[in-house]
């Protein structure tokens, strides 16, 4: 698992995509309005993605199953949320937070410890074994889609934005919803964490020895497994703080959305570098650029662009914008 390193190209991937589109959109306004959003699309993907860039990264293991932990966080938000709404509906921002905080971490801890679940009794068993993991995760991805059926219903459930979320502020002639802005500064701070943690502290130097080479690390006493098991866990919980994003950036929420969302996940993970923390932030970005900018000026690609994106780069660079130092 690596930062960003000192490659300048991929960094100037995003804002070239977004000057490219600039003469396409016409507007200033509009294109500036389309950016934001592409922005707050990207950061919300990137936190999604995060979690499963960290366990691939990290553990090698193909987690298909990585959407139930995206749909629980998000119905996990709509039960938290439904009993607060006095401080939703209220004008102040700070007492907004109050409840879209709380709604954060109970989501994170569910869908974390559902993840510890996930990781003893279906993926430990088929280590190290790519072809079993894919199916193994579906169906546990499928299994978990039933139980939230059981618990909340098959129907769509409404996840309205807080009363002081709501609305846009206004960049010149342009018009920036004010929850994208939070989603990017939500991306940023994740991003920051997730930097700093797997290159700065002693955890995350471990992690990274354990990578290259775990007898090594066993050897000086270190129990690898734990932290392994430790980094699906807080995987798993990032995909549940994916998942009350995303929620919200819908304004509703289906048993089905983790699946639906599974797709640009792993083209945001194939564009990065396949465990790159950088790459996928990058990848991300690039994302939720293209699905907005495609979206608005030719709607009937838009569900195409993102693949046509990815085989672009991968021809450009085969092993994505910031391949990992000895990947698989």
């Known amino acids: ?54 366990v691939f990264g990290l553990m090698d293991v193909l987690n298909f199953g990585h959407g139930v932990f995206i749909a629980l966080g998000a119905f996990v938000a709509t039960s938290v949320l439904g009993g607060m709404a006095d401080w939703t509906g209220s004008d102040q921002l700070w007492r907004n937070l109050v409840a879209v905080l709380p709604a954060m971490v109970v989501a994170m801890l569910v869908a974390g410890a559902v993840g510890l679940a996930f990781e003893r009794f279906i993926v430990r068993p088929v280590y190290g074994q790519h072809l079993k993991q ?37 960049i010149g002639d342009a018009a920036v919803e004010k929850y994208r802005l939070i989603a990017v500064v939500v991306g940023l701070v994740v991003f920051g964490l997730l930097a700093w943690t797997l290159g700065r ?42 998942g009350v994003m995303w929620g919200l950036y819908q304004q509703n929420v289906v048993p089905q959305m983790g699946a639906q969302v599974n797709v640009l996940i792993f083209i945001v993970i194939i564009i990065g ?55 698989r």
């Open 273 to 327: 570098g396949l465990g790159s923390t950088g790459g996928a932030l990058i990848g991300a970005l690039l994302v939720g650029l293209m699905a907005n900018y495609t979206g608005f000026m030719v709607p009937k690609v838009a569900l195409f662009s993102n693949i046509a994106l990815m085989v672009a780069i991968l021809l450009w660079r085969p092993q994505g914008v910031y391949p990992v130092a000895g990947s």
């Open 1 to 54: 698992m690596k930062a960003l390193d000192l490659d300048w190209k991929p960094l100037a991937l995003v804002p070239a995509l977004a000057l490219l589109a600039l003469p396409l959109v016409g507007s200033p306004s509009t294109w500036l309005t389309l950016t934001v959003a592409g922005l707050a699309m990207g950061m919300i993907v990137f936190i999604i993605a995060s979690g499963l860039t960290l």
């Open 201 to 242: 502290t002693k955890v995350g130097l471990l992690i990274r020895a354990g990578v290259q080479d775990r007898e090594m690390v066993e050897s000086l006493g270190y129990r690898i497994r734990r932290l392994f098991v430790g980094v699906f866990v807080v995987g798993s919980a990032l995909a549940g703080l994916g």
């Open 134 to 170: 894919i199916l193994i995760t579906m169906g546990g991805m499928i299994i978990g889609e039933e139980l939230i059926k059981v618990i909340w219903g098959p129907q769509q459930i409404p996840l309205p934005l807080p009363q002081a979320m709501r609305g846009a502020v206004l």
